[in-house]
Every structure is written in C-alpha cells, then in structure tokens.
Nanobody, 126 residues
Framework: QVQLVESGGGLVQAGGSLRLSCAAP????????MGWFRQAPGKEREFVAA????????VYADSVKGRFTISRGSAKNMVYLQMISLKPEDTAVYYC???????????????????WGQGTQVTVNS
C-alpha cells in the first residue's frame, strides 16, 4: 500500500506563496501519474492539478491556471505544487494522489487515483 505524505501547508496572506510537497516514504512512484486535489469546508473535493509519470504533461483547474505549478522532483520521487498569488478562496485541505497505472497520464478525475495522502491545510487570509 502506497502511503503519501503531504507537507508545506500553512497560513499565508492573500497574494502570498506556498509550496506543497508530496512524498511516498520508502517507495518510488516515478512510473505513476500524480495529482493534487483540495477540499474546502462544506464543499466537495475538487481537482487542482495533475502531472504525468514523466512530467511531460500537466493539467490544471481553470481556477488555478497561471498561479499554480505542479512538478516532479529530479529523482521523480517527489511531487510539488507551487502556489503563488494565493486568494482566500484557495483555502482548503490539499491532498496528493497517485494512480497505479504504469506510465500514468495527468488525470483530472479523482476516480483514476488509487492512493491518497492525509492532506495538508492551506489557509489564505484576506
């Protein structure tokens, strides 16, 4: 069972930046597609960004396009979400997810992901 661990969340003022990290301790997921999702209080979990197994393809939700960047580490054992120009509406718990398909694609659909982290809280004050 792959366990994903997110870090890097916190409290930031509107317009600020944060970088979230996702790791799978003791395991590599370099052949998996990865994604970030978020869930705000009282709302459904929603797609944020995804990256293919080799980093060659990325997709973003319209609400974050141009402000968030998903990337893989040089060893492809880490996945990052760089967030700039943060807005209060970005406040949510952010989850990292991985699929289990060899040479996985960048997927928007939560149903494509088999492994999830516990989440990290991002709070943006106005």
């Amino acid at each position: 069972q792959v366990q994903l661990v997110e870090s890097g969340g916190g409290l930031v003022q509107a317009g600020g930046s944060l970088r979230l990290s996702c790791a799978a301790p003791g395991r590599t997921f370099s052949s998996y597609g990865m994604g970030w999702f978020r869930q705000a209080p009282g709302k459904e979990r929603e797609f944020v960004a995804a990256i293919s197994w080799n980093g060659g393809s990325t997709v973003y939700a319209d609400s974050v396009k141009g402000r968030f960047t998903i990337s893989r580490g040089s060893a492809k054992n880490m996945v990052y979400l760089q967030m700039i120009s943060l807005k209060p509406e970005d406040t949510a718990v952010y989850y990292c997810a991985a699929d289990s398909i060899l040479y996985g694609l960048a997927q928007r659909d939560q149903a494509e992901y088999d492994y999830w982290g516990q989440g990290t809280q991002v709070t943006v004050n106005s």
